[in-house]
């Protein structure tokens, strides 16, 4: 059987999401990622008319659809975008035999005045799990 789409979103066609042929509710190996143009093909002679096809792309939500509907000619699917906001973040610590906290603070010495030829230089180090940010001012 072959199964075929083109999937677009708000922005045009969908590069690089995820099709799979599902079988009483489970994944199975059959499976494509969708071209340049949003286009995928499946052409598989295990796949029956009672599977499903679950379509994935990160920031749309997840389409799941029956290969009835995908048979014949190739359709185009529209996908959703799927946006929450996030309210806060946490930033943890998960240094093993470490028992100190990582303070982080940064107080801007105000009593010097500040010039556009200053330079704030930033440098992300990453030990253990940890990221600790120096920051650096340059005159």
């Known amino acids: 059987m072959k199964i075929s789409g083109i999937l677009q979103d708000n922005y045009g066609v969908v590069d690089g999401a995820t099709i799979i042929v599902l079988r009483n509710g489970k994944r199975t190996n059959v499976a494509v990622i969708s071209d340049q143009n949003g286009k995928f093909n499946i052409e598989n002679d295990q796949i029956k008319d009672s ?4 379509i994935r792309y990160l920031g749309n939500k997840t ?16 996908m959703e975008e799927d946006i929450e906001e996030l309210d806060e973040v946490i930033i943890t610590n998960n240094i093993e035999n470490n028992s100190k906290p990582i303070e982080l603070d940064y107080t801007p010495n105000i ?12 440098l992300a180090l990453v030990t253990f799990g940890t990221i600790i940010f120096v920051i650096k001012q340059s005159k």
């Open 51 to 54: 599977d499903l096809v679950e």
């Open 111 to 122: 009593k010097q005045p500040i010039s556009p030829v200053l330079i704030f230089s930033v």
């Open 63 to 78: 389409i799941i659809k029956p290969v009835t509907e995908l048979k014949g000619e190739t359709k185009i699917i529209p």
